[in-house]
C-alpha cells in the first residue's frame, strides 16, 4: 500500500528563524524515519510529503496515496492540527488519527473541558483569560467564599475555589508556557503568568484550580467500540526538574528529570475508564493519549486529550508506554494503520 507521511518538521522552522519553543512540537527526523522503517516493515511503500503547504502543492501537482499517515501539527491558529486532515478529506483520501472537528476541538482545551464536563467526566474549575476584564472576573471569583457566593456574581468565571490556581495556554502542547512559576498563590502572580501568556504565545491562558496529586498519561489505541486502553504512566518528576508541572523544560529533557512509572492500580483504573470515555465521547481516532492529575483526596480530573500524540520511539508518551507494555514500536503503528483502514471506502 501507497502511504503518505505529513509532518512538521522541527529543523526546517528553526532554520527559518523560530525559537526552540516555537518549534517544540513538531518532529526530529529520526522520528520521521522510526515512522517510516516500521511502515516499510510491514510491507508498505512510503512517501514522504512534508508540512501542509508541500501537501498542497503535491495534491495540486496529481499525486495521490492510498493512506496517509498524518502527524504535522500546523502552525498558527487552533486551527492548525486540523489543516492537512481538511485537505485530505477533501481530495477523498483516507488518513490516519482525528478529523478536523476533533483536532481543533482539542488543541482548545478550554473548549474540551466543557465538552468533557458535560459527558460527566470530573474537570478542575477552570476559567478561559483571554483579557484584562477575564482576569479581573477570575481574581474576584478566586476570593469567593463557595460557588453560591461566585454565581451571585455573575462574571463568567468558573473558578470556584481559593488559591493555588495553576496558569497555562489554552492551546499548546509538549508543555510550552508552562514553567514553575505557571502555579500561583497571590493575585499579583496570576496577573504576571497570564498576561507572560499573552506576550509571549499571542493566546487566552487557561486558569485551573491547581491539582495537588499524581499526574497519569493513558495511552489509548483504536476507534469508537474498538479502542482500549492499553495502559497507564504515571509522571514522576525527579529532584533536579522543575518544579509542580510536567512543563516544556521538563518534557525537553525528560530523560534525565522525569521518571515514568506504568501504574496497575484503583487510580489507574479509574482513569483508564474516564479516558476511554473521553476518547469516546469526543470522537477521537486510532491512537493517542489523555491525560490527568489527581485532586486533594486522589482521585483523577482530566487534564486534556492529546489525538496527536508524539511518536518518537524512545521520547514520546506513547511509544514509552508500549515499551514498558511490551509492545514493539511497528506494532503500535501497525495497530494505528490498521484502526485507520476500516474507515477506507472503496477506491475512486
Known sequence: MRIGLTYDLRQDYLAAGYSEEEAAEFDRPDTIAAIE????????????????????????????????????EGLRGFGREAQVPALLDLYEIPYTFSDPLVLALCLHKGMTN????????PVADF???????????????????GAEDAEKRGSGAEIRNR???????????????????????????????????WQRLGQPALVEAYLPGRELTVGIVGTGPDAEAIGTLEIVLLDEAEAHAYSYQNKELCEELVKYVLVE????????????????????????????????????????????????????????????????????????????????????
Open 265 to 348: 492500580d484503583e487510580v489507574a483504573d479509574q482513569a483508564e475508564q474516564l479516558a476511554l470515555a473521553a476518547w469516546r465521547g469526543l470522537g477521537c481516532r486510532d491512537a493517542g493519549r489523555v491525560d490527568f492529575r489527581a485532586d486533594a483526596a486522589g482521585h483523577p480530573r482530566f487534564l486534556e486529550v492529546n489525538p496527536l500524540a508524539g511518536l518518537h520511539p524512545q521520547h514520546s508518551d506513547l511509544p514509552i508506554l508500549c515499551t514498558q507494555r511490551g509492545i514493539p514500536y511497528v506494532r503500535l503503528i501497525e495497530r494505528i494503520v490498521a484502526s485507520a483502514l476500516k474507515r477506507k471506502g472503496p477506491a475512486r
Open 37 to 72: 522503517g516500521a511502515l516499510r516493515e510491514l510491507g508498505h511503500e512510503t512517501h514522504r510529503i512534508g508540512h501542509a503547504r508541500a501537501l498542497v502543492a503535491r495534491l495540486a501537482a496529481g499525486d495521490r496515496w492510498d493512506l496517509v499517515l498524518n502527524i504535522a
Open 114 to 121: 466543557h465538552v468533557v464536563r458535560d459527558l460527566g467526566i
Open 163 to 197: 488559591f493555588p490556581l495553576f496558569v497555562k495556554p489554552v492551546a499548546e502542547g509538549t508543555g510550552k508556557g508552562i514553567t514553575d512559576a505557571s502555579k500561583v498563590s497571590t493575585p499579583a502572580e496570576l496577573a504576571a503568568a497570564c498576561r507572560a501568556v
Open 127 to 145: 476559567a478561559v483569560v483571554a483579557d484584562e476584564a477575564d482576569l479581573a472576573a477570575v481574581i474576584e471569583e478566586s476570593h469567593a467564599k
